[in-house]
């Protein structure tokens, strides 16, 4: 069993940045891939970045150039570093790792893109 916790989310004006937080506990060693979706209200879930234990990464067309997906394999944590935000950016934001038994959800963060 692999449990996520996500952290930075909160408000931020258009143009501006955030930096999320995934940090995993439990059997880390099963993970094989990791990354972020997230969904707003009324819209369909999407995935925003995507990394795998090889190192290759993968972006939702909506944040390429923008949004940028890292890992640190000594804290088992994966960071999502979001740029030139805009609002249709605004959603909640879910870490997952994938396993041989399949898919960990965290609890989800919010992030609103508003003036």
């Known amino acids: 069993q692999v449990q996520l916790v996500e952290s930075g989310g909160g408000l931020v004006q258009p143009g501006g940045s955030l930096r999320l937080s995934c940090a995993a506990s439990g059997s880390i060693f099963s993970i094989n891939a990791m990354g972020w979706t997230r969904q707003a209200p009324g819209k369909q879930r999407e995935l925003v970045a995507l990394i795998t234990s090889g190192g290759s990464v993968a972006y939702g067309d909506s944040v390429k150039g923008r949004f940028t997906i890292s890992r640190d394999n000594a804290k088992n944590t994966v960071d999502l570093q979001m740029n030139s935000l805009k609002p249709e950016d605004t959603a909640v934001y879910y870490c997952?790792?994938?396993?041989?038994?399949?898919?960990?959800w965290g609890q989800g963060t919010q992030v609103t893109v508003s003036s």
């Open positions: 997952n790792a994938g396993t041989p038994d399949g898919t960990s």
